[in-house]
């Protein structure tokens, strides 16, 4: 038992403080006043890439993809956490808006050819501008229940045609590629599903809509269609011998899963982030001295830990490649939870202050939302939770 | 950097805790509650084993292990039976004010007498804020009374408060109460007639850090009690069915139990971190505090559900959840209770400039 940070994290974790307090969260606030995500053309962007930012975990060696072997210290998911907690403490919206290959990036590297990995994602290994990447399989009619997708795919000749909607796909307007998922027979539910690299400018992709959003607006979600959209053989994820196997939904859905640790312990960071200025806000009008307030605050502050406690488990055992599908649903059911908590008491603080809808409280209170929606709901996660627990059944 | 293993010795400590636990303390679980007290081959065991004097300080073989192998020892003995668990230690949470205020010495002058007669104990009484006892001081002497402590007979009391411990022997009569729960340990209101204090000492930091530590013991205690509700609730859920189907295939209900391990693990990992805190010689008192509120909380959450999920059986004493219920909900009143909890979490607030939550880097 150990729950010391390794020094090298320490570093970087310092290296963002420094930059979340004189851009990342100036920017958010920008970005959520002017009602619009951070243009791909600002100066920050082009800023990060210089200073490293905007990379890809691939290395562009072969093996690097081998399992277990990318699992490095530095590399571990822990680490990682660490960072991502301290990225939302300042600007959650700010932190998706980041170039990179996103979360397109996780398909390629576990299901895509050695050839796909190099076209697509070796552009980020050094990469010569902001670069995104995008990941879309939520469509209007299915979010959660993602077996009912419809955007279909076609073989023709060498080419799969492609056409359905998608939404709410991050970066994805502004994306090098996007991954986008669909299926060559809806009533083979998961069987069925094929991922494309869909690349930017390829006739058929269209109608790109930035939507409009409660909070963390700072990146945009953006929903598109692909009307007879054309995609080349060689944009299949993993090829046809990949689904042949019938590897492809599972290439998602390992037993482990390490993006739902991920996506919690941001919601850690916005409620921590809630939970300071609210700290700070009571101190400033002496209601510290007030057991209301300080009750609630303990609380608050209690389940932001052990959400946090609960995330930083689901990692470690990731890191260790040992089941960990409970445990990471877990830390995602309760993060959210703790960190809206904690905003919502922040507003209650602050009382008509929040009311003028201009103090970062408030703005916390709209972004953490998303965190119970985005990457599977609440609701999912006791769905999952509950088939590990008592073998809920799936229909 | 972070890592949850336990390693191979505390993973032993705790199979035989497990094992001792599913042995000698389940089965004889109700009987215990009416006997208010254990059959005598239990304690003989739980000696031999080396648990009555686990985390004092070491002795030949035994002793000698930290905070984190005591909590995963508690929580197994108290998933069995937690009035048996309390009656199980000679010193029990009454070893943190001995060895904080009189170290080694009083350790061994109060509790080694305890360890060859079956069944004695030390027990410790908060006295302090939300205690709920009342005590007049003359002198050497108290008098007054504590509505409830679960024993019946003790070798000493262990008085604690914000600013010092006291060893009370002789002139207390012990009168039997019901007890809401936690009855294999006994139950009683105690009276002090001019009870004599036999050792005294001063001295808020070890004070602060005496409750700590307890509090951390009890804590433990409810997470036992806690995975055993949960445990015991779901397999029931599996097995009976409504409707058509198992109830736990009902999504209420499924939720309902996935809720309840969350409730369970948020509980553990603090109180896991604050082991972890005591074992690593860094300040402990606020993450003890926080893990006992935790764990009252949730044990509050837990107990009452897993009744709720037998329905009308689980309302009846044939079936333990009842038992659950109320003895995770007596566990967390000792020590002062909830609020005196709440009120050490947040001690260190009004000082903190920012970050609140232990910022990231500087966890220790
Ligand atoms: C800010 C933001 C960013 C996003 N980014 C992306 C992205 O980059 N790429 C992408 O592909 N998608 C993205 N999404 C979409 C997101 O993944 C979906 O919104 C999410 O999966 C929920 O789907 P839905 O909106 O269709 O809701 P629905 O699935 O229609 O759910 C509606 C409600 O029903 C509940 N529910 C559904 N099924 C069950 C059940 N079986 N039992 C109990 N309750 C149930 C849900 O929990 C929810 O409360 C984003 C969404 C947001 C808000």
Redesign the pocket.
């Given at each position: 038992m150990n729950l010391f940070i390794d020094d090298e994290t320490r570093a970087r974790l310092e290296g963002i403080r420094a930059l979340g307090a004189s851009e990342i969260r100036p920017l958010g606030l920008e970005a959520d006043r002017l009602g619009r995500p951070t243009p791909p053309e600002h100066p920050f962007f082009e800023r990060l890439v210089k200073g490293g930012q905007g990379r890809t975990r691939w290395s562009g060696a072969p093996e690097a993809s081998a399992p277990g072997e990318r699992r490095s210290k530095v590399g571990s998911s822990r680490s990682t956490l660490c960072l991502a907690e301290e990225m939302a403490y300042w600007d959650r919206g700010v932190a998706v808006s980041f170039p990179g290959p996103g979360?397109g990036e996780p398909p390629l590297i576990s299901m895509g050819t050695e050839d796909q990995k190099q076209r697509f994602l070796a552009p980020f290994i050094e990469p010569d501008r902001p670069r995104w990447g995008?990941?879309?399989?939520?469509e209007p009619g299915?979010?959660?229940?993602?077996a009912g997708i419809q955007a279909s795919a076609q073989k023709e000749g060498g080419n799969w045609i492609l056409n359905g909607a998608?939404?709410?796909?991050?970066?994805?307007s502004r994306a090098d590629w996007i991954v986008v998922w669909a299926t060559v027979d809806s009533s083979l539910g998961r069987e069925g599903h094929r991922a494309f690299v869909v690349e930017k400018g390829t006739p058929g992709l269209e109608d790109f809509q930035v939507e409009r959003?409660m909070g963390?607006k700072a990146y945009e979600?953006t929903s598109f269609r692909l009307n007879d959209c054309r995609v080349p053989a060689a944009n299949l994820i993993g090829g046809e011998e990949h689904y042949a196997r019938k590897a492809g939904f599972k290439g998602a859905m390992r037993s482990f899963n390490a993006t739902r640790p991920l996506v919690a312990i941001m919601a850690v960071g916005i409620g921590r982030a809630a939970l300071d200025a609210t700290t700070d806000f009571a101190r400033e009008n002496d209601l510290l001295c007030d057991i209301r307030v300080r009750d609630r605050l303990e609380r608050a502050r209690r389940k932001l830990r052990s959400a946090r406690l609960l995330c930083w488990r689901a990692a470690w055992l990731a890191d260790y490649g040992r089941p960990n599908i409970l445990e990471a649903s877990m830390s995602k059911a309760a993060a959210p939870t703790a960190a809206l908590e904690a905003a919502s008491l922040g507003m209650e603080v602050i009382g008509t202050v929040g009311g003028r809808g201009d103090h970062l409280i408030e703005k916390l209170f709209r972004d953490v939302k998303?965190m119970d929606?985005?990457?599977?709901?609440?609701?999912?996660q006791?769905?999952v939770m509950a088939r590990q627990l008592v073998q809920f059944p799936r229909n | 950097m972070i890592d949850f293993e336990l390693g191979d010795e505390l993973e032993l400590v705790r199979k035989t805790a497990r094992d001792y636990a599913d042995d000698h303390l389940r089965p004889g679980m109700r009987e215990n509650e009416s006997a208010r007290s254990l059959g005598a081959k239990a304690w003989e065991l739980f000696g031999e084993i080396g648990f009555a004097c686990l985390e004092w300080p070491e002795r030949g073989e035994a002793g000698g292990l930290g905070a984190l192998a005591h909590s995963l020892v508690l929580e197994e003995l108290a998933a069995a039976d937690p009035g048996a668990a309390l009656a199980l230690e000679p010193l029990g949470a009454a070893l943190y004010p001995l060895l904080e205020f009189g170290g080694e010495e009083a350790v061994l002058r109060y509790g080694e007498p305890l360890l060859t007669s079956p069944g004695a104990r030390s027990v410790l009484v908060w006295v302090g804020a939300g205690g709920r006892a009342s005590l007049a001081d003359q002198g050497k002497r108290v008098s007054g009374s504590v509505p409830w402590i679960p024993a019946d007979r003790v070798d000493s009391l262990i008085l604690l408060d914000e600013t010092r411990a006291r060893v009370v022997r002789g002139g207390l009569e012990f009168r039997r109460v019901r007890g809401s729960g936690l009855r294999a340990a006994g139950a009683s209101e105690v009276i002090f007639e001019g009870a004599e204090v036999v050792a005294e000492w001063e001295g808020e930091d070890e004070a602060r850090r005496a409750l700590a530590r307890a509090r951390l013991h009890t804590a433990s205690l409810m997470l036992g009690v806690m995975r055993e509700a949960c445990d015991y609730s779901r397999n029931y859920a599996l097995d009976r069915v409504a409707f058509g189907r198992p109830i736990a295939h009902h999504?209420a209900l499924a939720f309902l139990i996935a809720d309840m391990a969350t409730a369970l693990e948020s509980a553990r990992l603090l109180a896991w971190e604050a082991a972890w805190r005591l074992d690593t010689g860094l300040r402990a008192d606020e993450a003890c505090a926080t893990a006992f509120l935790e764990a009252a909380e949730q044990t509050a959450f837990i107990g009452p559900n897993g009744v709720q999920i037998l329905g009308g059986h689980g309302f009846m004493q044939d079936h333990p959840v009842e038992k659950f219920m109320r003895e995770g909900r007596s566990l967390s009143l000792l020590l002062g209770g909830v609020d005196t909890a709440r009120e050490c979490a947040m001690r260190e607030l009004a000082g903190t400039a920012g970050d609140v939550l232990l910022p990231l880097g500087d966890l220790s």
């Open positions: 979360l995008s990941f879309a399989m939520t299915a979010g959660s229940d993602v998608k939404s709410f796909a991050a970066n994805a959003k963390l979600s998303a929606i985005v990457e599977g709901t609440g609701q999912v006791r769905l | 999504q």
